[in-house]
C-alpha cells in the first residue's frame, strides 16, 4: 500500500468512517429505523440463498424484532480495522446487549456479551457493511450468571453454545498446551496492519452460513 501523505489521510478518514458505521449500526437497530439501519450495507448485500438486497434484508428484521425483542440497546467497545486495499477492510468490533425478551412466563432481561467480525466496502467513495459474522460468548437473564457450558441461554429455547472462541485458534492452544518448561518464550509481534491475520494463524476469512 502507497505510503505517501494522500493515502495515509485517507485511510485516517476512512477508519473513522468505518468507526462511525458501527456506531449508526447501534443506533438505527435500537431505535427500530430500518430504513436507515439497512443502508449502511451494500445494496448488494446477501441475505439468504435467494434473497439479495437492502428490502429483503429490512423485511427480515423486521419479522426478527417484533417477534424476539421488546426493546434493544448495543453498546461497543473495542474495535480492531485492518485494510486489505483502499477500498476494502476487515475488522472485529465487542457488543454488549442488553434485550427486552418476551416470554410466556412473563418478560425477561437478556443480557449479551459477543463480536462482530465485520468486512467493509467503499463503493462510489462510502463505507458500507459487507457483511456481519456475530461470534456470542454467552446471553443471559440479568440474574443468572451463565457459568458453566452452553452459556447461549434464552428464553424459552434450548441452550447452546455460541462461536465467541472459534475464530481464534489461540483459545484452544492455551489450553492444550501448557507450559513444558521454564525457558520464557515469546513471539515475534505482529506485521503492522496484519494483527487480525495473525491471531487468525492465516486462516481465510471466516465464512457465513446462507440459509
Given at each position: ?65 417484533r ?12 474495535h ?43 463503493i462510489?467513495g ?27 441461554r ?58
Amino acid at each position: 500500500m502507497s505510503d505517501t501523505i494522500e493515502a495515509r489521510l485517507d485511510r485516517l478518514e476512512s477508519t473513522e468512517e468505518i468507526r462511525q458505521l458501527v456506531a449508526k449500526y447501534a443506533l438505527s437497530l435500537d431505535m427500530r429505523d430500518l430504513d436507515a439501519h439497512v443502508n449502511l450495507f451494500a445494496a448488494d448485500i446477501r441475505v439468504s440463498r435467494e434473497k439479495v438486497g437492502r428490502g429483503h434484508l429490512k423485511r427480515w428484521l423486521d419479522d426478527t424484532l417484533r417477534l424476539q425483542f421488546t426493546g434493544t440497546s448495543h453498546h461497543t467497545g473495542n474495535h480492531i480495522i485492518e485494510f486489505d486495499d483502499a477500498d476494502h477492510a476487515h475488522g472485529v468490533v465487542y457488543s454488549k446487549n442488553e434485550h427486552e425478551t418476551p416470554s410466556p412466563g412473563g418478560d425477561e432481561w437478556v443480557i449479551m456479551q459477543m463480536m462482530y467480525w465485520d468486512n467493509y466496502e467503499r463503493i462510489d467513495g462510502r463505507w458500507y457493511f459487507r457483511r456481519r459474522l456475530p461470534c456470542y460468548w454467552y446471553a443471559t437473564d440479568l440474574n443468572r450468571p451463565p457459568v458453566g457450558a452452553e452459556k447461549m441461554r434464552w428464553p424459552d429455547r434450548e441452550r447452546y453454545d455460541g462461536a465467541w472462541h472459534e475464530l481464534f485458534p489461540s483459545w484452544r492452544e492455551f489450553w492444550r498446551h501448557p507450559p513444558d518448561s521454564d525457558e520464557p518464550q515469546v513471539a515475534a509481534p505482529a506485521p503492522l496492519g496484519e494483527f487480525l491475520n495473525t491471531m487468525r494463524r492465516g486462516a481465510d476469512f471466516p465464512r457465513i452460513r446462507v440459509r
